[in-house]
Structures are given as structure tokens and as C-alpha cells.
């Protein structure tokens, strides 16, 4: 299971670190995500969902 949101997949968004002397070089920004207890038809699973998705009450945690 990868850190991907499950109700809005956001993930991993790519760009570069930029040196003092301004130099890039690639790097990863992960989202962030928390692996919670959510109410899914009845049953509860565990799931990644972003910080963003929890605090707009998207999903119903249990």
C-alpha cells in the first residue's frame, strides 16, 4: 500500500532543492498523509488519508 490518499489520491509531488549558490538538484515532497480508522460501507479499514481530507470531514473516522 503506497502513501497515496485514498479519497482524493494526492501523493508524492517532485521538485528541486535549490543551493545557497542556486544549484537544483531533484528531490521528493510527500504528502501528508496519516494512516487512519475510516467507516467504509459498514466496515472499518485502515487507510492513508491526507491531513487536508480529515480536517475538511471527507471521510468519517472511527
Known amino acids: 500500500m503506497s502513501r497515496v490518499c485514498s479519497v482524493?489520491?494526492?501523493?508524492?509531488?517532485?521538485?528541486?532543492?535549490?543551493?545557497?549558490s542556486n544549484r537544483k538538484t531533484p528531490r521528493l515532497y510527500?504528502?501528508?498523509v496519516q494512516k487512519v480508522?475510516?467507516?467504509n460501507d459498514g466496515a472499518v479499514t485502515t487507510?492513508?488519508?491526507c491531513a487536508r481530507c480529515l480536517k475538511s470531514k471527507k471521510v468519517e473516522r472511527v
Request: proline share 0%.
Open 30 to 32: 510527500n504528502a501528508n
Open 8 to 20: 482524493c489520491g494526492k501523493g508524492k509531488l517532485s521538485g528541486n532543492k535549490v543551493s545557497h
Open 47 to 49: 487507510e492513508y488519508v
Open 37 to 39: 480508522r475510516v467507516l
